[in-house]
């Protein structure tokens, strides 16, 4: 049986990880039989990140690559029915959530000072307190730099939701008044973008990105249609 290491539940998701749910969406879509393994520390796996896919001797990171390996594996096409320039569009969203929206997640988690303080107690309670402070703080100054370095991190709170709200607006535009983004079946893009968006709409505590996703009924109601469709 195809097992799936991630990072466990939180926030009301099934993995912390968007891109562990991503996974877990496109097993579902391949009809796959799989079990679910938790695992808060990635530096062992081939890539040293989460998800992971480990079928036998096989072990696939990186959910994209999950992707590819479950379309081959069982014959199927996650983009089923849609043309060319539809196929070219999700991937132009895919992109948007893995590369863009996921930054703006990643701030809002870790460098929102009262997010962090739920983000420390739910990723790290399992350090010994006497060290725990000191362990995080290093972590949350590397991801800090990281997000500097990758350039989200650079923006003002303000910025980071004008940018993350003009990506929202592009995915509901794309769905406009269909159940799905490219009409009544879920694709890769649905996959994609809903554990992305999700995750932010279940922040720790409120912010200004989670409400602006919670208080938008229609993006809410295509977030729930996705969950009922692809999530476990």
């Not at 040293?48 to 590819?68: F, Q, T, Y």
């Not at 107690?121 to 000191?134: Q, Y």
């Not at 350039?151 to 993350?164: D, F, N, Q």
């Amino acid at each position: 049986m195809l097992k799936l290491i991630t990072y466990p539940a939180a926030f009301g998701a099934p993995s912390a990880s968007p891109f562990g749910v991503k996974a877990m969406c496109f097993l579902k879509m391949a009809g796959a039989e799989w079990e679910m393994s938790s695992n808060a520390d990635p530096r062992k796996t081939p890539k040293g990140k989460l998800p992971l896919l480990v079928d036998g001797d096989m072990k696939i990171s990186d959910s994209e690559d999950i992707r590819a390996y479950l379309e081959q594996k069982f014959s199927v096409d996650f983009d089923e029915g849609l043309s060319p320039e539809q196929r070219a569009t999700s991937r132009a969203v895919i992109r948007m959530c893995d590369e863009h929206l996921y930054f703006a997640l990643v701030c809002d988690r870790w460098l929102n000072d009262a997010n962090w303080e739920v983000v420390r107690a739910e990723f790290f309670g399992m350090i010994p307190k006497l060290v725990r402070g000191f362990v995080t703080k290093k972590i949350r100054q590397q991801v800090r730099r990281s997000m500097h370095a990758q350039g989200m991190g650079r923006h003002s709170v303000e910025e980071r939701l004008v940018r993350a709200d003009l990506d929202m607006s592009a995915i509901m535009a794309l769905v406009g008044d269909k159940p799905f983004l490219f009409g009544d079946v879920p694709t890769a893009a649905d996959a994609s973008a809903v554990p992305m968006l999700a995750a932010m709409a279940g922040s720790p505590t409120e912010t200004r990105l989670s409400k602006r996703i919670n208080n938008d009924a229609p993006l809410m109601a295509y977030l729930d249609r996705v969950n009922k469709a692809l999530y476990p």
